[in-house]
């Protein structure tokens, strides 16, 4: 699908598997754990896959690295991955592990913007990559496919932040209760 | 457009003007304030308005409410709008004030849960209501503009969860201190 020149830069540590055609049954068998895929067809998920390039990444190699740009986000079609972010004190502090099914780097590849957390593999781990370019070309060359994926990831994205913005308010509201007792 | 019916139950205390095509010229007027349409043309910001419907609430009138069951969001044509979230303690807390061009309501319209906050008009105000069966058609019958939509969407959420998660980080971190100071 792809060539040599186009691979990101930032996986090139990573040991390139091919496209993810191959693998599309892998992919579609992970639909049950995968929130952007659970709607998807098995003839969908073959047609995704053919827009997706496979790495493996050896247990300890970072798979994304806070602050760096990037313009694609990772699907984990095996292994475990952990996600840190560093504090105010630059500790890096776990937010999350992640196992097959589990995706990463939405937000980057739709805003361009730097990569918001650090993913390491703390497995041997394969991820299915999808970039910005790839997904504009299956919005132009498989529209409804297109509209899926997108109405997946507003949903996925909707949901985080319910998520988060209930985690802020509650943060919030112990800040002040502590803010009083203080006082 | 859209039958009697079909309207909003929600929207039933505010004046229904009509379908918004009428006002494309005025949505269209919108875009340098308006994240969702920024990247629209005159001709899509007409396709889309055709999908939209119109709404005049008075000062004081609650266009959403916390808690209640909705798959629509707005886009404030004219007016002004306060974002309201009770806390722990039953109090309102003002979120935001927005004003012509700004949206509310896009993560219960994906995905179908509750509205996370109230919105209360706080001046005259129209707003353009999509609803998520006319998004629904505007993907089947305009799949380019519908992807369009969609990832302006994915773009918006993203960048909120982005200053949410980044707010909850510092919040976490404030609070630490303060345990810290307590001990």
Chains 1, 2 share one sequence.
Request: proline share 4%; with cysteine.
């Amino acid at each position: 699908m792809r060539r040599m020149g186009d691979r990101p830069k930032q996986l090139g540590h990573l040991e390139y598997l091919g496209d993810a055609t191959k693998q599309a049954p892998k992919i579609h068998a992970l639909i049950p754990r995968c929130a952007l895929l659970e709607n998807f067809s098995p003839a969908e998920v073959r047609l995704l896959a053919h827009f997706m390039d496979l790495y493996r990444a050896n247990a300890g190699a970072e798979v994304l690295r806070e602050g760096d740009p990037g313009d694609f986000m990772l699907m984990i079609v095996e292994g475990r991955v952990e996600v840190r972010k560093r504090d105010a004190a630059h500790a890096a502090q776990l937010l999350a592990t992640l196992d097959a099914g589990k995706t990463v780097g939405e937000m980057s590849m739709i805003d361009g913007e730097a990569r918001f957390a650090t993913c390491v593999a703390t497995a041997p781990t394969v991820v299915a990559v999808l970039d910005r370019e790839s997904l504009a070309r299956i919005i132009v060359e498989q529209p409804m496919l297109g509209a899926k994926i997108l109405m997946e990831l507003v949903l996925m994205l909707s949901q985080r932040l319910r998520a988060t913005s209930a985690r802020l308010i509650g943060a919030l509201d112990e800040r002040a209760a502590q803010a009083a007792n203080v006082v």
